[in-house]
């Protein structure tokens, strides 16, 4: 990949692609400095910004950015194939969300504003650090490759956006008996700001990542198939 390629990528991605991760941590540490001075609950919600914020945020901008071409056609007749330029384009959101989470995960573990899993508690460093970081990972991983499915299966960014933050609200709303139900365990999300004590976070974070790997493997395989994004071309709004 040339570097004025990987410039122009940059360019077509927009702004919002980078502001939004960052917007969302500083804007939410503010407000919690304005509204709470329990290092508890600081702690509380900063890691749920991690397990739950990030990584919507991330689903959604791939929801509505990652395939979104209005030149779709035209890309299609190119030599470079138009599967290698989205995937581009999705790893570079992935990458630049990981980025600012991982930052984010060491300032907390510097200021001691971070909540560990029960299961963790009392792991040597540094793999209790490195296993929190699954904490952000599996969620992130999961909801981004949710949110490329959903773009290629529906070509549409309103929509595809929209449905994927009604998948993660229901979760919110729901975390109760998605905890007690082990049937949901493996799409549960956000078991450290709900469950902190959960006997079972390590494995959801593992299951997670493997649903997540099925996920990228049907956007692969969906990638791979022009006469079906030539389609559907017309629904991208």
């Known amino acids: ?38 290092v508890d609950k600081v702690a509380q919600s900063m890691g749920a910004s991690l397990e739950v914020l990030l990584p919507m945020a991330a689903g959604v901008v791939v929801a509505t950015i990652a395939t979104y071409d209005r030149a ?19 790893l570079f959101i992935l990458l630049w969300s990981a980025l600012v989470s991982l930052l984010t995960s060491y300032l907390l573990y510097v200021f001691n504003f971070w909540r560990l899993p029960t299961q963790i ?34 070509r549409s960014r309103s929509a595809s956006g929209t449905l ?19 049937l949901y365990h493996p799409v549960y ?12 976070w390590l494995t959801n974070r ?4 493997g649903t997540a ?8 395989f969906l990638l791979r198939q022009p006469e079906r994004l030539l389609s559907q071309a017309s629904g991208e709004e």
């Not at 790997?213 to 692969?220: E, F, R």
């Open 1 to 38: 990949m040339t570097f004025d390629r990987l410039r122009y990528e940059l360019r077509l991605l927009g702004k919002p692609v980078f502001l939004t991760p960052l917007l969302v941590v500083i804007g939410f540490a503010l407000f919690l400095t304005l509204v709470n001075r329990n």
């Open 72 to 90: 779709l056609e035209l890309h299609l007749t190119m030599p470079r194939s138009y599967h290698r330029t989205a995937t581009m384009r999705f």
């Open 121 to 154: 508690a009392q792991w040597s460093q540094p793999w209790q650090f490195l296993t929190w970081q699954m904490t952000w990972l599996s969620s992130t991983l999961w909801l981004v490759a949710l949110g490329l499915v959903l773009s290629l299966l529906l």
């Open 164 to 182: 994927l933050c009604v998948v993660s609200v229901a979760e919110l709303i729901f975390h109760q008996a998605m905890d007690q139900d082990p």
């Open 189 to 200: 999300l956000f078991p450290l700001t709900f469950s902190p004590d959960a006997s079972y």
């Open 206 to 209: 593992l299951e997670l990542l």
């Open 213 to 220: 790997a099925v996920l990228l493997m049907l956007a692969w």
